[in-house]
């Protein structure tokens, strides 16, 4: 079963950049579109960005989240990033990645421990 570990969060000002990275197990990785996720408190979990497997990669974005964020795969890494720009305190969340076989169902994999985003002066 694949594993997915995210890291890269942290404190960041209001206006600041964060680049998330999840390392994902297995060899069939490149074939399986990802998605970035988050959940803020009280909140439900959300898709904010994803991105599709295999040649191309087509991405497609949250309103809350587009023009700021860019979600990227390096398939020979096994990695998938979200590269965070001009963060908001509403940003603030445990980001999540997980992986989709069709990006029209929920996602397939087991949840991680996420990484926590804080953004806050």
């Known amino acids: 079963q694949v594993q997915l570990v995210e890291s890269g969060g942290g404190l960041v000002q209001p206006g600041g950049s964060l680049r998330l990275s999840c390392a994902a197990s297995g060899s069939l990785f490149s074939l399986y579109a990802m998605g970035w996720y988050r959940q803020a408190p009280g909140k439900q979990r959300e898709l904010v960005a994803s991105i599709t497997g295999g040649a191309g990669g087509s991405t497609n974005y949250a309103d809350s989240v587009k023009g700021r964020f860019t979600i990227s795969r390096d398939n020979a890494k096994n990695t998938v990033y979200l590269q965070m720009n001009s963060l908001k305190p509403e940003d603030t969340a445990v980001y999540y990645c997980?992986?989709?076989?069709?990006?029209?169902?929920?996602?397939?994999?087991?949840w991680g421990q996420g990484t926590q985003v804080t953004v806050s002066s």
């Open positions: 997980n992986v989709h076989r069709s990006l029209s169902r929920p996602p397939v994999g087991p």
